[in-house]
Structures are given as C-alpha cells and as structure tokens.
C-alpha cells in the first residue's frame, strides 16, 4: 500500500508526543520553562484582579476615621487579559517526501528537520516576548547604514543579533508606536536577511541603501506582520520608565506607578552585585520579595567573577528531563536564584517573584493547529504538505509591584 498523508501523519503524531514537544520548547529558555503555566485561556479575555490600597478609614481621632471609612474602600482593579496570536508553518515539498520513501530513516529526518525547525521559531518568538513589550521589536540599529547593495545594518546592542535568522524578512520603523516606516532607496521597505555576522552584531540585507534611504540610528527593527502584536512581556508589564495615564490591558497604571507598574533601577556603571543587593533592597521597601533574577549570559559571568570563591551554584528543575543552573545570592527575604537567560537583552536584568506570573494560554503554548484532527495538510497551492503551529495567549503577573527592571 502507498504511503500518503494519512498513514504519514500517524506516524508523525507517534513522533511528536507532548512530552517532545514540550522538552524542544523549554530546554534552552529558563524563563519559559520555569514560568508557571495555566493552559485553559479560553473566552474573549482574562480578568488579572490586584488589590493595591487598603480603605483609609483610619485616624487617632474618631471622628476623623468614621468620615474617611465612609469616604473610601479598597483600591481594587483588574487587568483585562487579552490573547496574541503567533504562527509558524514548515512547509515539504511533496517530491522530497516521495523520493524518501525506499529509506525510512531519511523520510522521517526529511520531515523533522522542517517541524523541528518551525517549533523552535515559534519558541524563540516566545521566549524573545516574554522579556520585551507589546511592540514586538526585536532590535534597534546603532547608525546609518552605508550605501551598498545589499546593505549592512549593525545593532546598537550586540547582543540583540540572536534575535535574527538568515530568511527572515524585516520591517523598520523610527519608533515602537506611531512614528515612519523606513526604506533604503526611496521605495523598499522591507527585506530579508541575506547573512549574518554575530560576533560583529550585523545583519546583511537585500536590496539597495542609498542617498534616497532614511534608516537612522535608534530605529526600531521588527519582523515583517510582528509589529504592535507582540505578548506584552517584562518590559510591558515593568517598564523603564514610570507609566503614565495610558491604559494598559484597562488600567490606569499612573495612580500607583510602583504597585501597578514595578520597580526600576539605574545600575549602569556600579559592581553587579552590588546592584542586585540594591534592586532587592528596593523591593523590601515595598513589603515584597524576588525569588528570581533573569539577566543575559555575559551578565551572569560578570557576577561569578565579581563573586569570586563566594559563588554558590544552584540547579533549578522545570520539569523531570529540564533544568538550569544558576547562581543563588542572598536576598532580603530569603536566595535569589540569578539565571542567564540569553533571550534577556545585554542592558536589562529583571528581578521577579515567579509564583505571582503565569504564561496564559489557549492549550499549550506551542501547539499543532490540528482542528481537523490532522497534523500534516496538503497544500492547495502547490506540490507539498505544510504543518502548522501556533499560539494563543499572553502573559500576566498578579502583583507589578513585586518586580524591578535594572538598566545597566
């Protein structure tokens, strides 16, 4: 009997099991994998209900505390919680699927290597998210670019360059929101990515810059249909800066800045461990506590130098077959574990209480769109089968005002 895609698609259901799929999107991104999950994000949103102020019917005087208990409550609102969408499609030609079919074990690489390669985009698109804002933007350009065919584009933090793939096509744009979308020759205005140089933090672009383009340095990079439907991330949910009136999922974060919107530290050009200290240190004013500090890879080697033979090791488990291991500091109200996480931009280290955030999703975080009980789908287009995943959802913490974003 032929091999077609129903016989095909049961054997790559047998492949793909949960526990696959699952180990491929947490074994490299400590925040994702650690992050606690809730997978029943059904409905048209999510209320985050948060208490931040008691009644103030309080006074020595009696008088005073009945009219003020009369005058006002608890300051209770809630974060309406809505859902993103994201996609990732591996596309098989169909003739490289047949002309597979006297080797098993080649067919079965054939296929893999294209969905493996799809669950891993969609991950990094996650784990990328989950430390950024809703913008969706991936990096920022250093400068101008030189007139050139094709063109190179350098990244004003190094770091940011893990971000991009050869293939994947861009957007740029003078700012997150609003602002001018750029082009490189008076017309273009996107491009795909032709190389890369990672230690050099440059991206090759197709096309033409000239004295027609206007990239400039500061500008915001994204990929191309990414832009403003990003998950609204640490830097949403703990900006740099002090929110202001703007509504965030329904909230007006600007009546309590630090219990709606978190902390934040300038650290830049203090020791690392000293910085930390202060961050937790902040943290207890409020009455709250860290458990956790996310920082990029290079980050958490400066802090093993700067402590030296003081550095204690932690291993933290995500699940039976993934863990990370750290470095556990003291904290104001008990260890800190410090982990690296390399999705963390080079500049930012963030300070969390893990049990108060949770990755809201509609079934699993990356998940086979298989509706039609089918994993694998015959393209109506062309010549080949394409396997789709996806995810819906978004992330959210029940108290802002236990977190600090420290700027380096």
């Given amino acids: 009997m032929a091999l077609d895609l129903t016989s095909f698609d049961a054997a790559l259901k047998q492949h793909y099991t949960a526990d696959r799929v699952e180990d491929m999107v947490y074994k490299r991104n400590p925040l994702l994998a650690l992050m606690p999950k809730m997978e029943a994000f059904g409905g048209r949103n999510l209320p985050v209900p948060i208490i931040y102020g008691n009644p103030q019917g309080r006074s020595k005087t009696f008088t005073n505390a009945k009219t003020r208990g009369a005058a006002t409550s608890s300051k209770i609102t ?13 596309t098989i030609d169909n003739e490289t699927l047949e002309a597979s079919k006297g080797d098993q ?39 101008e670019p030189a007139n050139a065919s094709p063109f190179v584009v350098t990244m004003k933090q190094n770091s940011d360059i893990t971000n991009f793939e050869v293939g994947m096509v861009v957007v740029i744009w003078s700012a997150k929101t609003a602002g001018t979308q750029r082009n490189s020759d008076g ?8 190389a890369i140089d990672r230690d050099a933090g440059t991206i090759t672009l197709t096309g033409t810059y000239d004295g027609s383009g206007t990239i400039a340095a500061n500008d915001y990079l994204f990929v191309e249909g990414d832009r403003g439907l990003g998950i609204s991330g640490l830097a ?46 902040m943290i207890g004013r409020e009455g709250q506590y860290i458990d956790h500090y996310f920082m990029n890879p290079k980050k958490l080697g400066d802090l093993k130098k700067a402590l030296g033979t003081k550095v204690q090791y932690v291993n933290l488990q995500a699940n039976a077959r993934v863990s990370f291991s750290g470095v556990q500091i ?31 999703s509609l079934g699993k975080a990356v998940r086979v769109i298989d509706t039609d009980g089918l994993q694998m789908l015959r393209q109506d287009t062309s010549d080949g089968v394409e396997v789709r995943y996806g995810f819906y959802g978004n992330v959210a913490t029940r108290a802002p005002g236990s977190n600090i974003v420290i700027k380096f």
């Fill in 78 to 90: 809630d974060f309406v919680l809505t859902r993103t969408k994201d996609y990732s499609i591996a």
């Fill in 105 to 143: 074990n080649a067919f079965m690489t054939a296929a893999t290597t294209e969905v493996d390669g799809a669950i891993n985009s969609l991950t990094r698109s996650i784990a990328v998210g989950l430390f950024r804002d809703d913008s969706a933007a991936i990096g920022q350009v250093l400068a």
């Fill in 187 to 194: 017309s273009d205005v996107n491009w795909e990515i032709a």
């Fill in 236 to 281: 949403s949910w703990v900006p740099d800066t002090a929110p202001t009136s703007t509504l965030f999922f329904g909230v007006d974060r600007s009546v309590d800045v630090t219990r709606l919107g978190g902390l934040r530290l300038d650290g830049s050009g203090a020791p690392i461990e000293e910085v930390l200290i202060e961050g937790d240190a």
């Fill in 330 to 360: 003291d904290g104001e109200k008990g260890p800190i574990n410090c982990l690296a996480d390399f999705n963390c931009p080079y500049d930012r280290c963030y300070g969390i209480a893990m049990e108060y955030w949770k990755l809201y």
